[in-house]
């Protein structure tokens, strides 16, 4: 489940009002929902400022379910993570560390990938409407490399550097 809108609201804008935060934030997976959107640009506009802009890394659901379920973790020591794909261990079902076998959690395996993005991707369909409408949606291919990914999104929220701000 999910914290209620309310309280994440109340926490980021807590958070916005300190010190460090005076040149901005870049909020990562909020808001999750339109209502929590509307109401962070209110709770914004009391304070005179708003948000510049709203970046989509944008993943076809087939490609964000291989990517999630590709995860293994060691069956010993957890921190150790692996992706079949981009980080495989040396030796298949093995932990390079100890040797331990890996294990799959129950929240990466497919069927339960399916079933969280079904739930949350309608909700987020809305968040990105709403930005859109707005002109302040920016979609950024996902289905590239990481390094790709990141160059790309680090050009979008460096000012100056072809994102929106500059």
């Known amino acids: 489940r999910l914290v209620p809108g309310g309280v994440n609201n109340g926490l980021l804008l807590d958070r916005l009002g300190r010190p460090g935060a005076r040149p901005g934030a870049i909020l990562d997976g909020f808001p999750r929902t339109r209502a929590q959107a509307a109401a962070l640009d209110a709770a914004l506009a009391q304070r005179s400022t708003s948000v510049d802009e709203a970046i989509l890394i944008d993943v076809p659901d087939e490609e964000l379910v291989r990517r ?3 995860r293994w973790i060691c ?3 957890g921190g150790h993570v692996y992706n079949l794909t981009t980080n495989p261990p040396a030796a298949p079902g093995r932990c390079d560390v100890d040797g331990a076998p890996l294990i799959q959690r129950d929240d990466d395996r497919p069927e339960t990938v399916r079933a969280r993005l079904a739930s949350q991707l309608g ?3 809305t968040v990105v409407a709403y930005y859109e409408e707005r002109g302040l949606l920016q979609r950024l291919d996902g289905s590239r490399s990481v390094d790709s990914v990141t160059d790309a999104l680090l050009d979008a929220v460096r000012p100056g550097a072809g994102g929106r701000r500059g």
Do not use: I
């Open 68 to 70: 999630l379920s590709d």
């Open 75 to 77: 069956s010993v020591d």
């Open 123 to 125: 909700a987020l369909a």
